[in-house]
Protein backbone atom coordinates (compact mmCIF):
# COMPACT_ATOMS: atom_id res chain seq x y z
CA UNK A 1 0.00 0.00 0.00
CA UNK A 2 2.56 2.48 1.03
CA UNK A 3 4.14 1.99 -2.69
CA UNK A 4 0.82 1.96 -4.54
CA UNK A 5 0.03 5.73 -2.12
CA UNK A 6 3.86 6.64 -3.60
CA UNK A 7 3.25 6.01 -7.47
CA UNK A 8 0.87 8.05 -6.96
CA UNK A 9 1.97 10.89 -5.28
CA UNK A 10 4.82 10.74 -7.80
CA UNK A 11 2.21 10.64 -10.67
CA UNK A 12 0.04 13.35 -9.22
CA UNK A 13 3.40 15.55 -8.73
CA UNK A 14 3.86 14.73 -12.91
CA UNK A 15 0.91 15.55 -13.65
CA UNK A 16 0.49 18.59 -11.85
CA UNK A 17 4.42 20.16 -13.02
CA UNK A 18 2.84 19.26 -16.69
CA UNK A 19 -0.13 21.30 -16.28
CA UNK A 20 1.89 24.48 -14.33
CA UNK A 21 3.86 23.69 -17.58
CA UNK A 22 1.13 23.78 -20.12
CA UNK A 23 -0.16 27.12 -18.29
CA UNK A 24 2.84 28.91 -18.37
CA UNK A 25 3.44 28.15 -22.03
CA UNK A 26 -0.35 29.58 -22.48
CA UNK A 27 -0.02 32.84 -20.53
CA UNK A 28 3.07 32.87 -22.53
CA UNK A 29 1.45 33.18 -25.95
CA UNK A 30 -1.18 35.24 -24.51
CA UNK A 31 1.05 37.78 -23.02
CA UNK A 32 2.81 38.33 -25.91
CA UNK A 33 -0.40 38.93 -28.00
CA UNK A 34 -1.52 41.43 -25.58
CA UNK A 35 2.06 43.06 -25.67
CA UNK A 36 1.47 43.72 -29.69
CA UNK A 37 -1.63 44.93 -28.77
CA UNK A 38 0.28 47.57 -25.82
CA UNK A 39 2.93 48.17 -28.34
CA UNK A 40 0.01 49.13 -30.89
CA UNK A 41 -1.55 51.75 -28.70
CA UNK A 42 1.14 53.16 -27.52
CA UNK A 43 3.00 54.24 -31.41
CA UNK A 44 -0.46 54.68 -32.05
CA UNK A 45 -1.82 57.33 -28.92
CA UNK A 46 1.32 57.99 -27.24
CA UNK A 47 1.87 61.22 -27.04
CA UNK A 48 5.85 61.14 -25.64
CA UNK A 49 8.91 63.29 -27.14
CA UNK A 50 11.20 59.98 -27.00
CA UNK A 51 11.34 57.42 -29.62
CA UNK A 52 8.89 55.80 -29.91
CA UNK A 53 9.97 52.21 -31.22
CA UNK A 54 13.00 52.18 -28.45
CA UNK A 55 10.50 51.92 -26.44
CA UNK A 56 8.02 49.81 -27.68
CA UNK A 57 10.29 47.32 -29.02
CA UNK A 58 11.13 46.76 -24.70
CA UNK A 59 7.27 46.49 -23.16
CA UNK A 60 6.89 42.31 -24.61
CA UNK A 61 10.49 41.78 -22.60
CA UNK A 62 8.39 43.37 -19.22
CA UNK A 63 5.15 41.05 -20.03
CA UNK A 64 6.87 37.91 -20.94
CA UNK A 65 9.62 37.95 -17.87
CA UNK A 66 6.70 39.63 -15.35
CA UNK A 67 4.91 36.44 -16.36
CA UNK A 68 7.66 34.07 -16.13
CA UNK A 69 8.90 35.62 -12.82
CA UNK A 70 5.36 35.44 -11.05
CA UNK A 71 4.87 31.53 -12.06
CA UNK A 72 8.02 30.66 -10.61
CA UNK A 73 7.72 32.40 -7.30
CA UNK A 74 3.89 32.38 -6.61
CA UNK A 75 4.36 28.73 -5.75
CA UNK A 76 6.87 28.84 -3.17
CA UNK A 77 7.72 31.57 -0.09
CA UNK A 78 11.15 31.08 -0.45
CA UNK A 79 11.53 32.02 -4.06
CA UNK A 80 9.47 35.11 -3.01
CA UNK A 81 11.97 35.99 -0.56
CA UNK A 82 14.61 35.39 -2.82
CA UNK A 83 12.63 38.13 -5.84
CA UNK A 84 13.01 40.50 -2.90
CA UNK A 85 16.58 40.17 -2.04
CA UNK A 86 17.79 40.13 -5.76
CA UNK A 87 15.24 43.36 -6.32
CA UNK A 88 17.11 45.03 -4.09
CA UNK A 89 20.31 45.18 -5.66
CA UNK A 90 19.07 46.27 -8.97
CA UNK A 91 19.53 49.90 -10.29
CA UNK A 92 17.72 51.14 -12.84
CA UNK A 93 20.16 53.78 -14.52
CA UNK A 94 17.85 55.05 -17.39
CA UNK A 95 15.12 57.59 -15.87
CA UNK A 96 11.86 57.89 -17.46
CA UNK A 97 11.29 61.31 -19.18
CA UNK A 98 7.60 61.07 -19.59
CA UNK A 99 4.44 59.98 -16.91
CA UNK A 100 2.81 58.91 -20.00
CA UNK A 101 5.56 56.03 -20.44
CA UNK A 102 5.72 55.65 -16.80
CA UNK A 103 1.92 54.35 -17.57
CA UNK A 104 2.17 52.15 -19.87
CA UNK A 105 5.28 50.12 -18.27
CA UNK A 106 3.41 49.81 -15.05
CA UNK A 107 0.81 48.26 -17.56
CA UNK A 108 3.08 45.93 -18.50
CA UNK A 109 3.79 44.99 -15.40
CA UNK A 110 0.15 44.74 -14.29
CA UNK A 111 -0.68 42.25 -17.54
CA UNK A 112 2.58 40.36 -16.66
CA UNK A 113 1.71 39.91 -12.85
CA UNK A 114 -1.99 39.00 -13.88
CA UNK A 115 -1.19 36.27 -15.93
CA UNK A 116 1.39 34.94 -13.79
CA UNK A 117 -1.21 34.34 -11.20
CA UNK A 118 -3.55 32.31 -13.77
CA UNK A 119 -6.27 35.34 -13.80
CA UNK A 120 -6.06 34.87 -17.81
CA UNK A 121 -9.77 35.90 -18.11
CA UNK A 122 -9.64 38.98 -15.98
CA UNK A 123 -6.18 40.35 -17.18
CA UNK A 124 -7.38 40.12 -20.78
CA UNK A 125 -10.86 42.01 -20.49
CA UNK A 126 -9.49 44.91 -18.03
CA UNK A 127 -6.17 45.16 -20.67
CA UNK A 128 -8.42 45.63 -23.36
CA UNK A 129 -10.80 47.98 -21.63
CA UNK A 130 -8.31 50.03 -20.34
CA UNK A 131 -6.41 50.86 -24.00
CA UNK A 132 -9.87 51.45 -25.58
CA UNK A 133 -10.62 53.52 -22.64
CA UNK A 134 -7.20 55.63 -23.10
CA UNK A 135 -8.25 55.53 -26.83
CA UNK A 136 -10.68 57.28 -26.07
CA UNK A 137 -9.76 59.73 -24.04
CA UNK A 138 -6.88 60.31 -26.31
CA UNK A 139 -9.15 61.17 -29.56
CA UNK A 140 -11.83 63.30 -27.06
CA UNK A 141 -8.89 65.90 -26.01
CA UNK A 142 -7.25 65.97 -29.74
CA UNK A 143 -10.54 67.05 -30.70
CA UNK A 144 -11.59 69.34 -27.74
CA UNK A 145 -7.94 71.14 -28.40
CA UNK A 146 -8.52 73.94 -30.60
CA UNK A 147 -4.86 75.69 -30.61
CA UNK A 148 -1.66 75.37 -31.71
CA UNK A 149 1.53 75.75 -29.40
CA UNK A 150 4.99 76.67 -31.42
CA UNK A 151 8.22 77.93 -30.35
CA UNK A 152 9.39 80.83 -32.42
CA UNK A 153 12.71 81.51 -33.37
CA UNK A 154 13.78 84.92 -34.51
CA UNK A 155 17.57 85.50 -36.18
CA UNK A 156 17.94 89.53 -36.66
CA UNK A 157 20.75 92.12 -37.28
CA UNK A 158 21.10 93.85 -33.42
CA UNK A 159 20.49 97.61 -35.24
CA UNK A 160 17.30 96.62 -37.29
CA UNK A 161 15.09 95.43 -33.92
CA UNK A 162 13.30 96.53 -30.87
CA UNK A 163 12.36 93.69 -28.66
CA UNK A 164 8.99 95.23 -28.12
CA UNK A 165 8.67 95.68 -31.32
CA UNK A 166 8.70 92.18 -32.03
CA UNK A 167 6.47 90.94 -29.63
CA UNK A 168 3.92 93.61 -30.15
CA UNK A 169 3.85 92.13 -33.82
CA UNK A 170 4.22 88.47 -32.79
CA UNK A 171 1.25 89.08 -30.42
CA UNK A 172 -1.15 90.84 -32.59
CA UNK A 173 -2.22 87.32 -33.94
CA UNK A 174 -1.43 84.84 -31.23
CA UNK A 175 -3.08 84.23 -28.05
CA UNK A 176 -0.55 84.22 -25.56
CA UNK A 177 3.46 85.06 -26.16
CA UNK A 178 5.88 84.37 -23.56
CA UNK A 179 10.11 85.29 -23.86
CA UNK A 180 11.82 81.99 -23.49
CA UNK A 181 14.84 82.95 -24.93
CA UNK A 182 16.86 86.63 -26.03
CA UNK A 183 21.03 86.05 -26.81
CA UNK A 184 22.45 89.02 -28.20
CA UNK A 185 26.06 89.04 -30.26
CA UNK A 186 28.04 91.48 -31.56
CA UNK A 187 26.32 90.95 -34.78
CA UNK A 188 22.89 89.83 -34.65
CA UNK A 189 19.97 88.70 -31.65
CA UNK A 190 18.41 85.81 -31.15
CA UNK A 191 14.52 85.63 -30.04
CA UNK A 192 12.74 82.71 -28.92
CA UNK A 193 9.26 83.23 -27.88
CA UNK A 194 6.04 80.40 -27.06
CA UNK A 195 3.20 81.49 -28.50
CA UNK A 196 -0.18 80.06 -28.53
CA UNK A 197 -2.04 80.60 -31.80
CA UNK A 198 -5.54 79.33 -32.89
CA UNK A 199 -4.51 77.61 -36.12
CA UNK A 200 -1.64 77.25 -38.81
CA UNK A 201 -3.10 79.96 -41.09
CA UNK A 202 -1.45 82.35 -38.15
CA UNK A 203 2.07 81.46 -38.89
CA UNK A 204 1.88 82.88 -42.46
CA UNK A 205 0.53 86.19 -41.20
CA UNK A 206 3.30 86.33 -38.42
CA UNK A 207 5.40 85.68 -41.07
CA UNK A 208 4.91 87.92 -43.25
CA UNK A 209 4.13 90.48 -40.95
CA UNK A 210 7.46 90.26 -39.44
CA UNK A 211 9.04 90.49 -42.90
CA UNK A 212 7.15 93.63 -43.59
CA UNK A 213 8.53 95.43 -40.53
CA UNK A 214 11.88 94.27 -40.10
CA UNK A 215 14.59 94.20 -42.96
CA UNK A 216 15.99 90.57 -42.68
CA UNK A 217 14.91 89.25 -40.30
CA UNK A 218 15.06 85.55 -40.39
CA UNK A 219 11.97 83.39 -39.03
CA UNK A 220 11.34 79.68 -37.81
CA UNK A 221 8.37 77.72 -36.20
CA UNK A 222 9.17 74.45 -33.70
CA UNK A 223 6.22 72.12 -33.15
CA UNK A 224 6.42 71.82 -29.37
CA UNK A 225 4.06 69.17 -28.76
CA UNK A 226 6.53 66.90 -31.59
CA UNK A 227 9.77 68.00 -30.97
CA UNK A 228 12.44 65.76 -30.30
CA UNK A 229 14.64 65.09 -27.36
CA UNK A 230 18.30 66.07 -28.07
Request: proline share 2%.
Amino acid sequence: MEQIDKLKEIANASLLSELSLFALVINLCLGFILSIMVMYHYRTFSSVLTNKSTISRVLPFIILTTVLVISIVKSSLALSLGLVGALSIVRFRTPIKEPEELAYLFLCIGIGLGLGANQTINTIIATVLILLFMAFMKKKMDVSISTKDYFLSIDIDNEKHELSNIIKVVSTYSKKVDLRKYQVTKEFSNIVLFIDIDDSSSLDRITQKLKSEFDGISVSFIDQSNMPII
